[in-house]
């Protein structure tokens, strides 16, 4: 794979061109394809997942300079969330990419957000590792910074569950409930999908890397089913 035309589209050149392949690899792609020296990107996601956590933090400490804490966790979750960096690693071209096993290029639904999420995580390591702290806090203020005007304005960070319920118990006088549908995958990728139901009419399937995420997932699509 030749990753030149994605490193001008980014305005980075890695030094250490393993790096960027690294970060494009997926585990699926090496269980079929056995490499000796050759590494997924796992490592490189928990390191870019923690980069991509303070980069952010510190630009809305910074922007937000009087908002208290529980808004600004919010305004940070709305920005680094597998939908948002999903959907930035799209815009990207990164699925072009990615190093997959047949089975895994074959999905394009919710599993492929994930690998695209996990994969933009990853490559924000890469980049650390590469070039540096600033490099990689530069491509993150590039990529998904001018995204949190509209999720202020728009309330976009506010939680789904607390909005369906409220609305819920307004409108119908019900308390939305969730039931964890199935959990499948191993423990370091588990996939959890669980349904959303008002009273007892089943309104949405939620999908997510952990119980409460697919919940939060259920929810959105929840209000987005009732027209609310």
Do not use: C
Not at 30 to 47: C, T, Y
Not at 100 to 115: H, V
Request: hydrophobic letters at 40%; zero cysteines; glycine letters at 6%.
């Amino acid at each position: 794979m030749q990753f030149g035309p994605f490193e001008e589209r980014i305005g980075f050149t890695f030094t250490d061109k393993r790096l960027i392949e690294t970060a494009f690899t997926h585990r699926s792609y090496l269980n079929e394809n056995r490499m000796p020296g050759r590494e997924h990107n796992e490592r490189l996601e928990f390191l870019g997942d923690a980069i991509l956590e303070l980069v952010v933090t510190e630009f809305l400490y910074t922007k937000y300079p009087t908002k208290p804490e529980g808004e600004l966790t919010a305004f940070r979750a709305a920005l680094v969330n597998t939908v948002s960096i999903a959907e930035a690693a799209t815009k990207l071209g990164m699925n072009d990419y990615l190093l997959l096993s047949r089975g895994e290029a074959k999905d394009t639904g919710r599993a492929r957000q994930i690998i695209l999420a996990n994969a933009f995580e990853a490559l924000i390591g890469a980049l650390y590792l590469d070039q540096g702290y600033d490099a990689a806090k530069q491509f993150i203020a590039d990529q998904l910074f001018h995204k949190t005007d509209e999720v202020v304005e728009k309330r976009l960070w506010q939680d789904a569950k607390s909005k369906l319920q409220e609305i819920a118990q307004d409108k119908l006088a019900v308390t939305p409930t969730y039931e964890l549908m199935s959990q499948t995958g191993p423990d370091h990728d588990k996939q959890f999908v669980v349904a959303a139901y008002l009273g007892r009419d089943k309104v949405a399937l939620g999908e997510g890397r952990s119980k409460q995420e697919a919940e939060q997932d259920a929810a959105q699509k929840a209000l987005i089913a009732k027209g609310w």
